[in-house]
């Protein structure tokens, strides 16, 4: 009995090995038969672009603005809960092409852009005005606009800095139901 046990044992070993060569050799196979079918895509064929693909090319800069500002960043400073800042950032088009802003976003909806919405011409001026609203907002402030236009790089960012007094405690208006 001891010996049918060790004789099963040795030949299950022995099959398992000889299945792994096998198992082994045949994907080995099928490696090079893959790595062979790759070669010939390779070369009878030229690359696809996808569909969706975007194509990317060098920017002409004759087709393109350049923003020259005096300054990006404007200190407003110190100033109260409530009070508005506004502040008109100035610049001149150092480009070969008309500047067009397409887009200005803010950081925050307490700060509102504006902007010069005609092409500003090589040499002329334009202007991104940024309105900020302290309200409910309190301590140091940096909100930011983005300015996407024809340029390069494609976004520019302008930044008003400065700190926010809250507002007195007893000038508070008060919260939740008043008792009478």
């Keep these: ?26 994907q080995d196979a099928k490696i090079a038969a893959l790595e062979q079918k790759i070669a010939q895509l390779e070369t009878s064929t030229p690359t696809a672009t996808p569909v969706n693909a975007q194509a990317t090319q060098v920017a002409d800069p004759s087709t393109l603005g350049s923003f020259a500002f005096p ?3 404007y200190n407003f ?9 506004e502040h008109i950032f100035k610049f ?3 480009g070969q092409a008309p500047l067009v802003i397409s887009n200005i976003t803010a950081s925050c ?8 919405k005609a092409p500003v011409k090589p040499g002329d001026e334009g202007f991104v005005k940024v309105v900020f609203n302290s309200a409910a907002k309190s301590g140091a402030q940096a909100p930011t606009v983005s ?6 790089p494609a976004v520019t960012r ?22 009478r």
Excluded: Y
């Design 1 to 26: 009995m001891r010996i049918n046990v060790i004789n099963v044992a040795v030949l299950s070993v022995m099959l398992a090995l000889g299945t792994s060569c096998n198992q082994k050799s045949d």
């Design 71 to 73: 300054e990006e960043e």
């Design 77 to 85: 400073g110190v100033i109260n809960e409530g009070q508005v800042v």
């Design 92 to 94: 001149t088009n150092n």
């Design 109 to 116: 909806g307490c700060t509102s852009p504006d902007w010069s």
């Design 147 to 152: 300015i996407q236009a024809n340029t390069n």
């Design 158 to 179: 302008l930044r008003l800095k400065g700190t926010v007094t809250p507002k007195a405690a007893g000038a508070a208006a008060p919260v939740g139901p008043v008792k």
